[in-house]
Structures are given as C-alpha cells and as structure tokens.
C-alpha cells in the first residue's frame, strides 16, 4: 500500500512525517504520474487559492477527480477546502468531493489561530482508542453545512471539525501538527480497508 501526500505547496512534509511514524510508504504526489502510483492521499493545509492554481497548472484536476472516485482522500484544512461542494468567504472554485459546505478563514482575527482539547465523538473513539484530541487551528475555514450522509467524527462546542462520507475525510484542524497519530491512523485504515 502506498500513500500519496500532495505536495505542491503547504505543509506536506508533516503529513509525510506522521505517516512515517505509522510505517506507512509514503512518497510525494505532484504529478499525475506520480498520483497513479498512489493508494490514499492527503491534501495537506496550506492556502487553497495557490494550491488550486498550481493543480490546475499541472493538469491535476482531472486525474484528482478520476482518483477521488475510487480512492480515499483525507482533506485537512486547505485541503477540505478544496474537496468540499461549495466555498465561501471568498468563493472559490472546489471539487466537490465530499458534500460539505464550508467558510475560508471562518474563525475570525482575534482566533486566527488556536489550540483547543476537543473530546471525539465515540465512533471515532471506537475505531482509534480512548482520550481527547489536541487539535490545532490555522486561520482555519469552518464546515458550515453537512449534507446527507456525511458524519461527524470530532466537533468542536458543534462545530463539526472532522467528518466522513465515502472515501473522503475533511477536517479544520491540523494533525500533523501534534504528537497523536489517531487522525492518520484512521486514514491508514481507510485506505487499507478500500484496497481490500
Ligand atoms: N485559510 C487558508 C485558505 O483559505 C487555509 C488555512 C490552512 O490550510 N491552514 O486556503
């Protein structure tokens, strides 16, 4: 099994770390050659505008969309935003990955960025193990609407933060950041389970 992390811009090279630390394969994805050779990928954070205008230079976006139809992607931050169906504050063009909608830079100034322990929902307990989260917000967007079938696997006061539909994860928060591993653990699993 081989994971992708997209590295065109953002903090790819964390992500490459987590998944490391978990013995998984892990090699940089910037081409559609390279995309193919891939089993999951991540989209790491970053800023959405330049990312999505680097994909669409290197003629990502269509092998993104054939990928995104059979394999598992894990969103974060940047990433979510560029996955979800509609992106305000300010719009901009997504793929609509995953059936959320979501507001760029939502949390305001004064938030801009934050560290908070957020207590996971039990399914995500369930499939990971037991205790709260450190979770780290970047001038973070906020997942404003869910639609059918989307579920919540980490909120925070009801804000979703992490959710799942499908093949697909998003999540507001950075887990590359922090030393817990659950977040990229229930990833490796994800993409294990699509490969049979
Ligand atoms: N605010 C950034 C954007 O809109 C996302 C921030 C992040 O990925 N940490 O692209």
Known sequence: MQ????????????HERALRELG????????????????????????STT?????????MAEPLKAFAATRVIYGTCAGAILAARVVTSPAQFSFGFIDID???????????????????EQEFIDRTGPGKLEAIFI?????????EGVRVLIQDEGTPVLVEQGNMLAGSFHPELTADRRVHQ??????SKSTG
Not at 3 to 14: K, M, W, Y
Not at 103 to 115: F, K, L, M, P, T
Not at 139 to 147: D, K, Q, T, V
């Open 139 to 147: 001038r973070a967007p906020i997942i404003s609407r869910l639609g």
């Open 51 to 59: 990312m999505l205008k680097l994909l669409l230079e290197d003629g």
């Open 102 to 120: 979501i507001e760029r830079n939502a949390y305001g100034r004064q938030v801009d960025s934050s560290i908070r322990r957020l207590q996971p």
């Open 3 to 14: 994971i992708g992390v997209l590295a065109l811009q953002g903090d790819f090279a964390a």
């Open 24 to 47: 998984a394969d892990v090699r940089q994805v910037r081409t559609p050659g390279e995309l193919v050779l891939v089993d999951g990928l991540i989209i790491p954070g970053g800023e």
């Open 186 to 191: 229930l990833f490796l699993d994800k993409v």
